[in-house]
């Protein structure tokens, strides 16, 4: 029962992650169509309240790839995107970020780099400024682009246009995800999909030999499946085992969504969230000990609780998210109250930064009559005070003085939980000098 928890906190991430690809082939998902291997899926506007996704940003518009390299190298094509932000993520089938090009990590200017399988060793056509090696033969290309509003979006579908993945041998190859054996009772259906997956996608040499340890489950054993016809007691061990594991993940994912952990108001905020890739490290990636788990066996937790409730997010030195959901007295945030959010000085970082506002418990963007679902230092018109400090107003009704309803950020009637999300964070932001300043409760 132990040894099937452990199996499932160390293979929810690839399972996880294979089910969202599979899904974006079939169905697509959010404001993403549905999309073959190997060609980009973009989103032709910015959330809203319709957008019926958890914690979607306001700030960007997606452009996502699943990559097949099973049949070789694919070209990338990315435009010119005349110094605004963007940043194309790549995330190996165990969500390991292994990868980054964008406006942080290899500038905006226009550029054509080879992704390439695991074991490759052609040549490397002319032109490309680079090569960037996956880990595993399937390949996740997250890409953001930073939008001002409805009226940039032309400009940003431009970009997207020309945005491409081409075969180096201009021949498509796709071969998809092998399925798992159909006869699997649904108790064990997890099991089954991270034994075939997790042979046809392995892992680095470290982790392959943590996972010989699964040996006993049935996990490593080729062929037909061990579970098609499993006996009590392996039935046994491993349902239990599942609720387990899984009740860990849950329980650190529940603690690390919580008001913050310090004085009351405080804002979670944890920029090594996504640092338990400890073995590959290419294109616009920081190898550095700062950016690694010391621990392997615990870097396991967190890669599994990432892929719970952020599955493709950045490492912190990309983007950084903060929320709470508490005042500066430890009170839930509540529509039927008045709020303000000061900033001394704006946020320490080095593209932009923005302020969402969400409903609870769902996390959706919030329907309001402004239509502004987020605020932040590239919202027009915002008035500051002649200090230089910002003062931002979180209610439902709109403020009837004119300079605060320009700096309103709409809540809903009820519960309520803002983002603060940082492009490009600072050092004070990376090495947790920077204190984000509590919501204020107000009174009229």
Not at 286 to 306: H, K, N
């Amino acid at each position: 029962m132990d040894l099937a928890a452990e199996a499932y906190v160390y293979g929810y991430p690839l399972v996880c992650d294979l089910s969202k690809v599979a899904t974006s082939l079939r169905d697509g998902f959010g404001a993403l169509a549905a999309a073959p291997l190997n060609r980009f899926a973009h989103s032709e506007q910015l959330a809203d309240h319709r957008t019926e996704f958890v914690s979607v940003n306001n700030d960007t518009v997606y452009s996502i790839a699943q990559l097949d390299l099973s049949g070789g190298p694919l070209r990338l094509h990315a435009p010119d995107s005349g110094g605004a932000y963007y940043v194309l993520q790549f995330v190996d089938a165990w969500t390991n970020n292994f990868a980054y090009v964008g406006r942080r990590a290899t500038g905006t200017a226009e550029g054509e780099w080879l992704i390439v399988p695991p074991g490759w060793a052609g040549g490397v056509p002319d032109g490309v400024r680079g090569v960037i090696d996956a880990p595993t033969s399937v390949v996740t290309v997250a890409g953001r682009y930073a939008c001002d509003g409805p009226g940039d979006l032309p400009r940003v579908r431009a970009l997207q246009e020309r945005l491409t993945l081409t075969p180096l041998d201009g021949r498509p190859h796709r071969t998809g995800l092998p399925a798992p054996e159909p006869g699997v009772p649904e108790e064990l259906r997890f099991f089954e999909e991270l034994r075939v997956w997790m042979a046809d996608f392995p892992p680095s040499a470290a982790d392959q030999a943590y996972q010989d340890r699964f040996q006993p489950l049935g996990l490593l054993e080729e062929g037909p499946s061990p579970y098609a016809a499993a006996g009590p007691a392996l039935v046994d061990a491993l349902t239990k085992g599942l609720e387990r594991g899984r009740a860990r993940v849950e329980g650190v994912s529940r603690a690390g969504t919580g008001g913050g952990g310090g004085r009351p108001g405080s804002w979670n905020m944890d920029p090594h969230a996504f640092d338990y890739n400890l073995d590959h490290f290419g294109v616009g990636t920081i190898d550095s000990p700062q950016w690694r788990t010391a621990d392997r066996e615990a870097s396991y937790l967190a890669r599994a609780v990432a892929a719970r409730i952020g599955l493709w997010g950045n490492h912190g030195y990309e983007a950084v998210y903060a929320q709470t959901f508490q005042d500066s007295e430890g009170r839930q945030l509540n529509g039927a109250h008045s709020y303000v959010l000061r900033f001394p000085e704006p946020p320490p970082v080095e593209s932009f930064w923005s302020v969402t506002m969400y409903s609870t418990p769902d996390y959706y963007l919030v329907d309001n009559p402004a239509d502004r679902y987020s605020i932040g230092d590239r919202t027009p018109g915002l008035v500051h005070a002649d200090d230089g400090s910002l003062t931002l107003y979180l209610s439902h009704d709109r403020p009837a003085d004119p300079a605060r309803a320009a700096n309103w950020l709409p809540a809903p009637a009820g519960d309520f939980r803002p983002m603060l999300r940082l492009y490009t964070p600072g050092a004070a932001v990376l090495d947790g000098s920077y204190a984000i300043p509590a919501v204020e409760r107000v009174e009229g």
